[in-house]
């Protein structure tokens, strides 16, 4: 088993607004992110809610606050999408993909988990 599968992925410098879509290397526009999830999102901003139908940006965690967007399940395994930018961040970006849940349930049982 590896590291990455019991402590997460490694942190990466992300651009909020890829570079691909015009987004500059300036700190206003740079955030640290799981490797993985950014993989995962590389050049999209946004995308369709699946519940509402209606498009929605990624959430951007240096505008919007976390806890408007998003909850914990019970457990603290999963991520839950509150808003249309919720729900489209977790689907795009994978945020409840197995190898994070199986990560997340070791920090629950050490107690680090989930945040307050």
């Known amino acids: 088993m590896s590291s990455s599968t019991l402590i997460g992925m490694p942190l990466v410098l992300e651009h909020i ?21 950014n993989e ?3 050049a999209r901003i946004g995308g ?9 940006r990624i959430f951007d965690p240096r505008r919007q606050r976390w806890h408007e967007h998003f909850a914990w399940t019970a457990d603290g ?8 930018t919720g729900r489209v961040t977790v689907r ?3 945020l409840n993909n197995p190898q ?4 997340r349930h070791r920090w629950v049982q050490a107690g680090w988990h989930p945040p307050r």
């Open 40 to 42: 995962f999102k590389g």
């Open 17 to 37: 607004v890829p570079r691909a879509r015009g987004g500059r290397t300036v700190r206003a526009n740079l955030w640290l992110a799981c490797y993985r999830c």
């Open 48 to 56: 369709f809610d699946l519940l509402t139908r209606q498009h929605a």
């Open 92 to 94: 795009l970006l994978r």
């Open 100 to 103: 994070i849940v199986r990560a």
């Open 77 to 84: 395994l999963q991520i839950v999408g509150l808003t249309q």
